[in-house]
T-cell receptor, first 111, second 111 residues
Framework: QKEVEQDPGPLSVPEGAIVSLNCTYS??????FMWYRQYSRKGPELLMY????GNKEDGRFTAQVDKSSKYISLFIRDSQPSDSATYLC???????????FGGGTRVLVKP | KAGVTQTPRYLIKTRGQQVTLSCSPI?????VSWYQQTPGQGLQFLFE???????NKGNFPGRFSGRQFSNSRSEMNVSTLELGDSALYLC??????????FGSGTRLTVV
């Protein structure tokens, strides 16, 4: 079993809908949680960076971390076709430690 | 502020050859990490350098090595290339409170 599980999708939504993404993990030592967006043939782009449990909002993006359930989520409001990409969750046990990634969820936002 | 710069963007090498990839981190970032991304295995951690010292190493054979210079620029080297080394190699730089910022990667094809 992988340390970080993420549904590969694809997840298809109409433009303007809320995109809901999530990851589960097994390592209780993880404290730092990140979400990345990756377009084809590009490097991952950091969207959200959170520490421990709680919610964080940045523009159209909201990240939630529930350490008791070992479950993290990313919500994208008012989705746009330009949000079509692969979304990766990543986590680490301490700042500066290696990142452990989920396999990524492919998202398609249809006009 | 300039991002993480990786060179070259594309490489084609023959089995048995060696290759060196370069990464220039964001100015002020002292930590540089390297990851391998393949369709089958996703993103896997190779190694991390901080102030010219290797701080963490992933589960890759000794053919994969790296180093960091006093200006924080980093190189990774793969010797005796195998077909399975074909991948996107990503470099990320980080500071204590910024998360990991990735470059666009070097796409290596081994033929």
């Amino acid at each position: 079993q992988k340390e970080v599980e993420q549904d590969p999708g694809p997840l298809s939504v109409p433009e303007g809908a809320i995109v809901s993404l999530n990851c589960t993990y097994s390592n209780s030592a993880f404290q730092y949680f990140m979400w990345y967006r990756q377009y084809s043939r590009k490097g991952p782009e950091l969207l959200m960076y959170t520490y421990s449990s709680g919610n964080k909002e940045d523009g159209r993006f909201t990240a939630q971390v529930d350490k008791s359930s070992k479950y993290i989520s990313l919500f994208i409001r008012d989705s746009q076709p330009s949000d079509s990409a692969t979304y990766l969750c990543a986590m680490s046990g301490a700042a500066g430690n290696k990142l452990t990634f989920g396999g990524g969820t492919r998202v398609l936002v249809k006009p | 502020k300039a991002g993480v710069t990786q060179t070259p963007r594309y490489l084609i090498k023959t089995r048995g050859q060696q290759v060196t990839l370069s990464c220039s981190p964001i100015s002020g970032h002292r930590s540089v990490s390297w990851y391998q991304q393949t369709p089958g295995q996703g993103l896997q951690f190779l190694f991390e350098y901080f102030s010219e010292t290797q701080r963490n190493k992933g589960n890759f054979p000794g053919r994969f090595s790296g180093r960091q210079f006093s200006n924080s620029r980093s190189e990774m080297n793969v010797s005796t290339l195998e077909l399975g080394d074909s991948a996107l190699y990503l470099c990320a730089s980080s500071s204590a409170d910024s998360g990991y910022t990735f470059g666009s990667g070097t796409r290596l094809t081994v033929v």
